[in-house]
């Protein structure tokens, strides 16, 4: 399996811009995590889903954050309008499946940069 | 609320030797625990869970951890460090009842001296 998948690597953008990060689950995984990592706050949680579903978006730091996730395979985390205080890198995680177990599995992460 | 606390920022070992990296943990119910490693630009890796059964779970590179109800740690070990160990360690904990989500410690670096 190629694992999780997020997309881009890299963004910078101005303030004020959308943005929009993209992650592809594992093949067959049931929940999709979105978790946040910066120095000052470690990572920390910003939405899960099951089955397409969110189920906790306690994590979502405010209206300007929005996340989606239109099929199985697919996710999407928007920002807008984008702040510098976004910068961080966002990770994308899947777990779940047949013989289900607990682990989650990341991906490589977007490192966004808000100018 | 659920919380993982990493009290040392840094380790530093002499390669070969045994290496440990602390984590306590506070869950209202049972704990489903999990150590990760995060290399430079790098997501973050799996390593080693423990859900229920042995205490002394075994993992990914040589890696086991030990899992500690009374005392509410589970910390990672290694017998012997190598170089390439060195990175961003980080224990993760969430309640088996609870949510699926998982809550983090701050991380600890571990430096692995040749």
């Known amino acids: 399996d190629a694992g999780v998948i997020q997309s881009p690597r890299h963004e910078v953008t101005e303030m004020g811009q959308e943005v929009t990060l993209r992650c592809k689950p594992i093949s067959g995984h049931d929940y999709l995590f979105w978790y946040r990592q910066t120095m000052m706050r470690g990572l920390e949680l910003l939405i899960y889903f099951n089955n397409n579903v969110p189920i906790d978006d306690s994590g979502m730091p405010e209206d300007r954050f929005s996340a989606k996730m239109p099929n199985a395979s697919f996710s999407t985390l928007k920002i807008q309008p984008s702040e510098p205080r976004d910068s961080a890198v966002y990770f994308c995680?899947?777990?779940?499946?047949?013989?289900?177990?607990?682990?989650?599995?990341f991906g490589p992460g977007t490192r966004l940069t808000v100018l | 609320a659920q919380s993982v606390a990493q009290p040392e920022d840094q380790v530093n070992v002499a390669e070969g030797n045994p290496l440990t990296v602390k984590c306590t943990y506070s869950v209202s119910g049972n704990p489903y625990l999990f150590w990760y490693v995060q290399y430079p630009n790098r997501g973050l890796q799996f390593l080693l869970k423990y859900i229920t059964g042995d205490n002394l779970v075994k993992g990914s590179y040589g890696f086991e951890a030990e899992f500690n109800k009374s005392q509410t740690s589970f910390h990672l070990k290694k017998p012997s460090a190598l170089v390439s160990d060195s990175a961003l360690y980080f224990c993760a904990v969430r309640d088996k009842a609870g949510r699926r989500a998982l809550t983090f410690g701050s991380g600890t670096r571990l430096q692995v001296q040749p």
């Open positions: 995680a899947s777990s779940g499946g047949q013989g289900a177990t607990d682990t989650q599995y």
